[in-house]
């Protein structure tokens, strides 16, 4: 199983970016998806999570109503929108395999498939 991040960088404060995961070695469209981040010297925590058929999403609440999570189980990819991004969105992020269907994990050692993670930092 594979999974690669892209789209991370540099934005100002209040700006948005997109990131993208695509996933390859799995049956995609059979387990939901998950974002998380991690900043220096804190622990990897959820950000949100999309159900197999992209229905549902779950959300850590100071990203609720900011960050979207879509996918496109044809292409096996799975995108992070972030709007109104703020300093203390600054981290590395990850996306997750999560293998259930329904979002049932929450805490990054219920993971075992992960990506290599991609830089996001907003400064101006």
């Known amino acids: 199983v594979q999974l690669v991040e892209s789209g991370g960088g540099l934005v100002q404060p209040g700006g948005s970016l997109r990131l993208s995961c695509a996933v390859s070695g799995i049956t995609f469209e059979h387990y939901s998806m998950a974002w998380f981040r991690q900043a220096p010297g804190v622990e990897r925590e959820f950000v949100g999570c999309?159900?197999?058929?992209?229905?549902?999403?779950v959300w850590e609440d100071s990203v609720k109503g900011r960050f979207t999570i879509s996918r496109d189980n044809a292409k096996k990819t799975v995108s992070l929108q972030m709007d109104s991004l703020n300093r203390e969105d600054t981290a590395n992020y990850f996306c997750?395999?999560?293998?259930?269907?329904?979002?049932?994990?929450?805490?990054?050692?219920?993971?075992?498939?992960w990506g290599q993670g991609t830089q996001v930092t907003v400064s101006s």
């Open positions: 997750a395999l999560d293998t259930s269907a329904y979002c049932t994990g929450y805490t990054w050692s219920e993971y075992e498939y």
């Open positions: 999309i159900t197999w058929n992209g229905v549902n999403t």
